[in-house]
Protein backbone atom coordinates (compact mmCIF):
# COMPACT_ATOMS: atom_id res chain seq x y z
CA UNK A 1 0.00 0.00 0.00
CA UNK A 2 2.48 2.27 0.85
CA UNK A 3 4.30 1.80 -2.44
CA UNK A 4 1.56 2.01 -4.69
CA UNK A 5 0.57 5.83 -2.31
CA UNK A 6 4.13 6.70 -3.29
CA UNK A 7 3.78 6.00 -6.96
CA UNK A 8 0.05 7.32 -7.25
CA UNK A 9 1.68 10.90 -5.69
CA UNK A 10 4.73 10.50 -8.07
CA UNK A 11 2.68 10.38 -11.18
CA UNK A 12 0.46 13.28 -10.03
CA UNK A 13 3.89 15.29 -9.28
CA UNK A 14 5.31 14.69 -12.27
CA UNK A 15 3.33 16.25 -14.75
CA UNK A 16 3.30 19.10 -12.12
CA UNK A 17 6.81 19.41 -12.77
CA UNK A 18 6.58 20.31 -16.76
CA UNK A 19 4.62 23.82 -15.68
CA UNK A 20 6.64 26.24 -17.49
CA UNK A 21 9.38 27.40 -14.84
CA UNK A 22 8.86 24.74 -11.86
CA UNK A 23 11.24 22.41 -13.11
CA UNK A 24 13.55 25.18 -12.86
CA UNK A 25 12.26 26.03 -10.08
CA UNK A 26 12.18 22.55 -8.67
CA UNK A 27 15.35 20.98 -10.15
CA UNK A 28 17.71 23.50 -9.76
CA UNK A 29 20.33 21.75 -7.25
CA UNK A 30 22.62 19.12 -7.72
CA UNK A 31 20.08 15.85 -9.48
CA UNK A 32 21.60 13.18 -9.02
CA UNK A 33 20.29 9.27 -9.56
CA UNK A 34 21.51 6.19 -9.07
CA UNK A 35 20.75 2.17 -10.05
CA UNK A 36 22.31 -1.54 -9.51
CA UNK A 37 22.01 -4.01 -11.45
CA UNK A 38 19.56 -3.30 -15.05
CA UNK A 39 18.48 -6.38 -16.87
CA UNK A 40 17.47 -9.68 -16.36
CA UNK A 41 17.06 -11.33 -12.41
CA UNK A 42 20.23 -12.69 -11.13
CA UNK A 43 20.62 -14.93 -8.13
CA UNK A 44 23.72 -12.22 -6.66
CA UNK A 45 21.18 -9.25 -6.99
CA UNK A 46 17.73 -11.04 -6.60
CA UNK A 47 17.05 -10.46 -3.16
CA UNK A 48 17.42 -6.70 -3.45
CA UNK A 49 16.20 -6.20 -6.98
CA UNK A 50 12.97 -4.42 -7.79
CA UNK A 51 12.59 -5.93 -11.39
CA UNK A 52 14.44 -3.01 -13.11
CA UNK A 53 14.83 -4.98 -16.23
CA UNK A 54 16.51 -3.40 -19.27
CA UNK A 55 12.89 -2.62 -21.00
CA UNK A 56 12.39 -0.78 -17.88
CA UNK A 57 15.53 1.01 -17.77
CA UNK A 58 14.75 2.19 -21.29
CA UNK A 59 11.09 3.94 -20.21
CA UNK A 60 13.19 5.37 -17.66
CA UNK A 61 15.47 7.35 -20.07
CA UNK A 62 12.64 8.33 -22.46
CA UNK A 63 10.52 10.13 -19.35
CA UNK A 64 14.17 11.70 -17.89
CA UNK A 65 15.30 12.91 -21.28
CA UNK A 66 12.14 14.75 -21.94
CA UNK A 67 12.41 16.95 -18.71
CA UNK A 68 16.61 17.26 -17.65
CA UNK A 69 19.36 17.87 -19.79
CA UNK A 70 21.57 14.28 -19.07
CA UNK A 71 24.93 15.76 -18.15
CA UNK A 72 28.17 13.63 -16.53
CA UNK A 73 28.44 13.54 -12.89
CA UNK A 74 31.41 15.81 -13.14
CA UNK A 75 29.87 18.80 -15.08
CA UNK A 76 26.98 18.85 -12.70
CA UNK A 77 29.25 18.61 -9.77
CA UNK A 78 31.25 21.48 -11.73
CA UNK A 79 29.09 23.43 -12.11
CA UNK A 80 27.93 23.62 -8.20
CA UNK A 81 31.37 24.28 -7.50
CA UNK A 82 31.30 26.98 -9.86
CA UNK A 83 27.83 27.95 -8.80
CA UNK A 84 26.52 28.47 -11.98
CA UNK A 85 22.81 27.32 -12.59
CA UNK A 86 22.77 25.80 -16.31
CA UNK A 87 18.89 24.94 -14.90
CA UNK A 88 18.09 28.68 -15.20
CA UNK A 89 19.08 28.63 -18.40
CA UNK A 90 17.00 25.58 -20.10
CA UNK A 91 16.13 22.76 -18.72
CA UNK A 92 17.65 21.10 -15.30
CA UNK A 93 20.56 18.91 -15.55
CA UNK A 94 20.83 15.61 -14.11
CA UNK A 95 23.47 13.34 -13.33
CA UNK A 96 22.96 9.04 -13.98
CA UNK A 97 24.94 7.10 -12.13
CA UNK A 98 25.72 3.39 -11.27
CA UNK A 99 26.73 1.57 -7.97
CA UNK A 100 28.47 -1.77 -7.21
CA UNK A 101 30.70 -1.70 -10.92
CA UNK A 102 28.19 -4.46 -12.62
CA UNK A 103 29.02 -5.06 -16.08
CA UNK A 104 27.42 -2.33 -18.46
CA UNK A 105 29.17 -2.93 -21.84
CA UNK A 106 28.48 -6.71 -21.86
CA UNK A 107 24.96 -6.06 -20.49
CA UNK A 108 24.37 -3.50 -23.49
CA UNK A 109 23.44 -1.05 -21.18
CA UNK A 110 26.19 1.15 -22.03
CA UNK A 111 25.44 0.67 -26.01
CA UNK A 112 21.82 1.90 -25.33
CA UNK A 113 23.81 4.90 -23.77
CA UNK A 114 25.36 5.52 -26.17
CA UNK A 115 22.64 5.31 -28.36
CA UNK A 116 20.92 8.54 -26.75
CA UNK A 117 24.18 10.49 -26.25
CA UNK A 118 24.20 10.02 -22.18
CA UNK A 119 27.21 10.20 -20.82
CA UNK A 120 27.05 8.35 -17.26
CA UNK A 121 28.95 6.87 -13.68
CA UNK A 122 30.02 3.35 -12.80
CA UNK A 123 30.60 3.49 -9.19
CA UNK A 124 33.95 0.35 -8.26
CA UNK A 125 33.73 -1.50 -5.87
CA UNK A 126 37.33 -2.29 -6.10
CA UNK A 127 37.89 -5.84 -4.58
CA UNK A 128 35.21 -7.36 -7.40
CA UNK A 129 37.25 -5.84 -10.64
CA UNK A 130 37.43 -8.33 -12.72
CA UNK A 131 35.36 -11.03 -10.66
CA UNK A 132 38.24 -11.45 -8.44
CA UNK A 133 35.77 -11.56 -5.17
CA UNK A 134 31.15 -11.72 -4.96
CA UNK A 135 30.56 -8.78 -3.09
CA UNK A 136 29.53 -9.99 0.41
CA UNK A 137 25.77 -9.30 0.35
CA UNK A 138 25.83 -10.56 -3.60
CA UNK A 139 26.87 -13.47 -1.67
CA UNK A 140 23.68 -13.31 1.12
CA UNK A 141 21.74 -13.12 -1.83
CA UNK A 142 23.40 -15.74 -4.18
CA UNK A 143 22.81 -17.55 -1.11
CA UNK A 144 19.54 -17.22 -0.44
CA UNK A 145 18.08 -17.68 -3.61
CA UNK A 146 19.75 -21.25 -3.77
CA UNK A 147 19.13 -22.71 -0.36
CA UNK A 148 15.94 -23.31 1.09
CA UNK A 149 14.41 -20.88 3.44
CA UNK A 150 14.77 -23.52 6.41
CA UNK A 151 18.21 -24.80 5.80
CA UNK A 152 19.15 -20.87 5.29
CA UNK A 153 17.55 -19.93 8.75
CA UNK A 154 19.40 -22.95 10.82
CA UNK A 155 22.95 -22.20 9.06
CA UNK A 156 22.70 -18.61 9.60
CA UNK A 157 21.73 -19.36 13.07
CA UNK A 158 24.61 -21.83 13.15
CA UNK A 159 27.24 -18.96 12.14
CA UNK A 160 25.55 -16.47 14.61
CA UNK A 161 26.05 -18.59 17.85
CA UNK A 162 29.82 -19.59 16.74
CA UNK A 163 30.45 -15.87 16.41
CA UNK A 164 27.90 -14.23 19.17
CA UNK A 165 26.07 -12.98 17.16
CA UNK A 166 21.90 -12.64 16.89
CA UNK A 167 20.05 -14.97 15.01
CA UNK A 168 17.24 -14.73 12.85
CA UNK A 169 13.97 -16.36 12.39
CA UNK A 170 12.93 -15.52 9.16
CA UNK A 171 14.75 -13.81 5.62
CA UNK A 172 14.25 -10.16 7.00
CA UNK A 173 15.63 -10.88 9.98
CA UNK A 174 18.60 -12.00 8.06
CA UNK A 175 18.81 -8.74 5.81
CA UNK A 176 18.84 -6.58 9.17
CA UNK A 177 21.07 -8.56 11.01
CA UNK A 178 23.67 -8.70 8.09
CA UNK A 179 23.36 -5.19 8.05
CA UNK A 180 24.51 -4.91 11.57
CA UNK A 181 27.54 -7.14 11.18
CA UNK A 182 30.68 -5.40 12.34
CA UNK A 183 32.19 -3.42 8.91
CA UNK A 184 35.82 -5.43 9.37
CA UNK A 185 34.37 -8.54 9.29
CA UNK A 186 31.10 -8.63 7.15
CA UNK A 187 33.03 -10.11 4.13
CA UNK A 188 34.63 -13.03 6.20
CA UNK A 189 31.18 -13.82 7.80
CA UNK A 190 29.05 -14.18 4.15
CA UNK A 191 32.53 -16.14 3.21
CA UNK A 192 31.52 -18.65 6.07
CA UNK A 193 28.03 -18.83 5.65
CA UNK A 194 28.62 -19.58 1.72
CA UNK A 195 30.45 -22.70 2.65
CA UNK A 196 27.93 -23.80 5.30
CA UNK A 197 25.33 -23.49 3.05
CA UNK A 198 27.16 -25.65 0.66
CA UNK A 199 27.68 -23.45 -2.35
CA UNK A 200 29.86 -23.91 -5.42
CA UNK A 201 32.86 -22.34 -5.16
CA UNK A 202 32.92 -18.70 -5.86
CA UNK A 203 35.28 -18.89 -8.09
CA UNK A 204 33.37 -21.11 -10.15
CA UNK A 205 29.95 -19.05 -9.64
CA UNK A 206 31.80 -15.80 -10.57
CA UNK A 207 32.89 -17.46 -13.72
CA UNK A 208 29.48 -18.36 -14.89
CA UNK A 209 28.06 -15.29 -14.13
CA UNK A 210 30.22 -12.80 -14.32
CA UNK A 211 28.90 -9.56 -12.73
CA UNK A 212 31.38 -6.80 -12.69
CA UNK A 213 33.38 -5.32 -14.69
CA UNK A 214 37.09 -6.02 -15.55
CA UNK A 215 39.48 -3.53 -16.51
CA UNK A 216 38.83 -4.18 -19.96
CA UNK A 217 35.32 -3.41 -19.66
CA UNK A 218 36.61 -0.04 -17.46
CA UNK A 219 38.55 1.17 -19.92
CA UNK A 220 36.20 0.52 -23.01
CA UNK A 221 33.62 2.46 -20.71
CA UNK A 222 36.07 5.04 -20.14
CA UNK A 223 36.93 5.42 -23.72
CA UNK A 224 33.39 5.92 -25.05
CA UNK A 225 33.85 9.18 -22.97
CA UNK A 226 31.63 7.81 -19.82
CA UNK A 227 33.13 8.28 -16.21
CA UNK A 228 34.05 6.17 -13.27
CA UNK A 229 33.86 6.44 -9.96
CA UNK A 230 34.57 4.33 -6.01
CA UNK A 231 32.16 2.74 -3.80
CA UNK A 232 34.71 1.51 -1.72
CA UNK A 233 36.75 -1.72 -1.39
CA UNK A 234 34.26 -4.25 0.19
CA UNK A 235 31.14 -2.39 0.35
CA UNK A 236 31.27 -1.59 4.23
CA UNK A 237 29.37 0.49 5.94
CA UNK A 238 30.60 3.89 6.20
CA UNK A 239 29.69 5.27 9.10
CA UNK A 240 31.02 2.82 11.31
CA UNK A 241 34.40 2.89 9.52
CA UNK A 242 37.67 3.18 11.44
CA UNK A 243 40.58 5.63 11.04
CA UNK A 244 42.17 2.33 9.50
CA UNK A 245 39.25 1.27 7.56
CA UNK A 246 38.30 4.49 5.85
CA UNK A 247 42.33 4.47 4.49
CA UNK A 248 41.41 0.88 3.66
CA UNK A 249 38.68 1.19 2.07
CA UNK A 250 38.73 4.60 0.43
CA UNK A 251 41.87 6.50 0.49
CA UNK A 252 43.74 3.66 -0.82
CA UNK A 253 41.48 2.57 -3.33
CA UNK A 254 40.77 5.95 -4.71
CA UNK A 255 44.27 6.62 -4.99
CA UNK A 256 44.80 3.06 -6.87
CA UNK A 257 41.71 3.99 -9.59
CA UNK A 258 43.67 7.02 -10.03
CA UNK A 259 47.07 5.62 -10.58
CA UNK A 260 45.16 2.83 -12.72
CA UNK A 261 43.33 4.78 -15.05
CA UNK A 262 44.87 8.34 -14.77
CA UNK A 263 41.04 9.65 -13.81
CA UNK A 264 41.20 13.69 -12.40
CA UNK A 265 37.68 13.22 -11.62
CA UNK A 266 36.77 11.08 -9.03
CA UNK A 267 33.44 11.01 -7.29
CA UNK A 268 32.57 8.13 -4.20
CA UNK A 269 29.38 7.03 -3.32
CA UNK A 270 28.29 5.49 -0.04
CA UNK A 271 27.52 1.57 0.46
CA UNK A 272 24.12 1.41 2.07
CA UNK A 273 23.67 5.33 2.16
CA UNK A 274 25.03 6.06 5.90
CA UNK A 275 27.74 8.96 5.61
CA UNK A 276 30.75 9.49 7.23
CA UNK A 277 30.76 12.78 9.60
CA UNK A 278 30.79 16.02 7.85
CA UNK A 279 33.96 16.77 8.13
CA UNK A 280 35.93 13.63 7.96
CA UNK A 281 33.71 13.62 4.48
CA UNK A 282 34.74 17.21 4.01
CA UNK A 283 38.67 16.38 4.61
CA UNK A 284 38.74 13.68 2.44
CA UNK A 285 37.09 16.16 -0.43
CA UNK A 286 39.73 18.90 0.54
CA UNK A 287 42.59 16.32 0.42
CA UNK A 288 41.78 15.60 -2.88
CA UNK A 289 41.28 11.71 -2.06
CA UNK A 290 37.89 12.09 -4.12
CA UNK A 291 36.19 14.79 -6.12
CA UNK A 292 32.43 14.70 -4.22
CA UNK A 293 30.79 12.11 -1.47
CA UNK A 294 27.08 10.94 -2.53
CA UNK A 295 24.79 9.63 -0.23
CA UNK A 296 20.95 8.32 -0.70
CA UNK A 297 19.23 10.87 0.37
CA UNK A 298 17.29 11.91 -2.42
CA UNK A 299 17.90 15.02 -4.63
CA UNK A 300 19.96 17.81 -3.07
CA UNK A 301 19.12 21.23 -2.89
CA UNK A 302 20.90 24.10 -4.20
CA UNK A 303 24.06 25.20 -2.23
CA UNK A 304 24.89 21.84 -1.23
CA UNK A 305 28.74 21.48 -0.92
CA UNK A 306 30.07 18.43 -2.82
CA UNK A 307 30.80 16.54 0.11
CA UNK A 308 27.47 16.12 1.23
CA UNK A 309 25.82 15.47 -2.05
CA UNK A 310 22.82 13.25 -2.65
CA UNK A 311 21.26 10.62 -5.07
CA UNK A 312 17.63 9.29 -5.45
CA UNK A 313 17.59 5.76 -6.00
CA UNK A 314 15.04 5.13 -9.19
CA UNK A 315 14.87 1.14 -9.42
CA UNK A 316 11.91 0.66 -7.58
CA UNK A 317 10.37 3.26 -9.53
CA UNK A 318 10.56 6.75 -11.55
CA UNK A 319 7.69 8.45 -9.87
CA UNK A 320 7.93 9.18 -6.81
CA UNK A 321 11.77 9.54 -5.82
CA UNK A 322 12.04 12.06 -8.43
CA UNK A 323 9.14 13.69 -8.95
CA UNK A 324 6.80 12.92 -5.92
CA UNK A 325 9.44 13.10 -3.22
CA UNK A 326 11.03 15.71 -4.73
CA UNK A 327 8.21 18.04 -4.70
CA UNK A 328 7.06 17.20 -1.24
CA UNK A 329 10.44 18.44 0.45
CA UNK A 330 10.54 21.56 -1.76
CA UNK A 331 7.04 22.01 -0.47
CA UNK A 332 8.25 21.95 2.78
CA UNK A 333 11.52 23.99 2.78
CA UNK A 334 13.91 21.03 2.54
Partial sequence: MKLALREISGRICGPLSTVPGAGRLLFGGANIAYYHWIGDPAPHYAA???GCDTRRFRRHLDRLQAQFEIVPLSTLVGDRLERTAPAWRGRPSL??????????VRSGIMAELDSRSIKATVLL????????????????????????????????????????????????AIWRGSYEWDPDLAPALAAELWERCGMPSESAYLEK???????????????????????TETHPRCDRLSEEGIQREI????????????????PF??????????HVAES??????????LGTDGLSPRGTPPWLLHRAGL????HFPMFGRTMIRRALGQ
Fill in 269 to 278: SYPFGPCLPA
Fill in 209 to 231: HRPYMGWDEIRVWTANGHEIGLH
Fill in 284 to 293: LWRGGTVDCL
Fill in 125 to 172: ITSCIGNRSLMWRGKLSAIAHCTPTGDLIGRFGDLCRRHALPAAADLP
Fill in 95 to 104: AITFDDGFDL
Fill in 315 to 318: EPGL
Fill in 251 to 266: VRPAVALRSELGVEFL
Fill in 48 to 50: FSS
